[in-house]
């Protein structure tokens, strides 16, 4: 497996700091403590790139990174952690709401759950946000390395249950950071979109 070059590119925490770049974006998004910045790390076969959180929650800012100098991955801060005050929440949720909105170069989301829950609240109403703004998604089920493949398969089906009248959901995508379990996969993804994103851009 070959280790991807990356380049930190910076942090925002409010839209005027987003980085001006013309090249495809992918956001990682989803839960504090889901595994964002380690899936990064996993990805770009770097042990520390991406800062994993020895607290969850840590990740407060929007990090761009600049991936073999073709794409953007963006790593969104978390949500749902009980320590941070009800002000810095809704700061998250309207940088995280902004974002979507705005981001013009952005050209997939991937949203990580935990494969051992429920479907959580959260979870549902950034899917409903994804969908409200026609942002194509992959739903990134995480930790798989702590369930049986029987229970990984039931909660996919529970998904698509529930999923069943969305529009812009691309694909399921069971991934473990443990035992990379998906990584070749979610490249795979990365590389489709990039080339349907320059399609549409005609570059
Ligand atoms: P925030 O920055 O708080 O939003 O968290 P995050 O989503 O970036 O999560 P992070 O990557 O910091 O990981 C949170 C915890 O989950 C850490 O203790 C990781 O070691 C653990 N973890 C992440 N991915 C996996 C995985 O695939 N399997 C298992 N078993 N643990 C994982
Ligand atoms: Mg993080």
Known sequence: MKELTSEFIGGAVKPEQF?????????????SNVGKSSLLNTILLRK???QVSSKPGKTRQINFFKIEGKYI???M????????????R???????TDYFKLRQNLALVFLLVDSRLEPQKYDMAQIELLENLGRNYVIVLNKTDKISNEALTKKIKEYEFLLQYCNFLV?????????????????AIVRKFEHQWKELKQI
């Open 19 to 31: 980085p001006e770049i013309n090249l495809p974006e992918f956001a990682f998004s989803g839960r």
């Open 48 to 50: 520390n790139f991406a």
């Open 77 to 88: 801060p978390g949500f749902g952690y009980a320590t941070i005050s009800k002000e810095e």
């Open 73 to 75: 991955f963006a790593d």
């Open 171 to 187: 694909e399921f995508l069971p991934f473990s950071s443990i035992t990379r379990k998906g990584r070749d996969e979610l490249l």
């Open 90 to 96: 809704q700061k998250l949720l309207k940088l995280n």
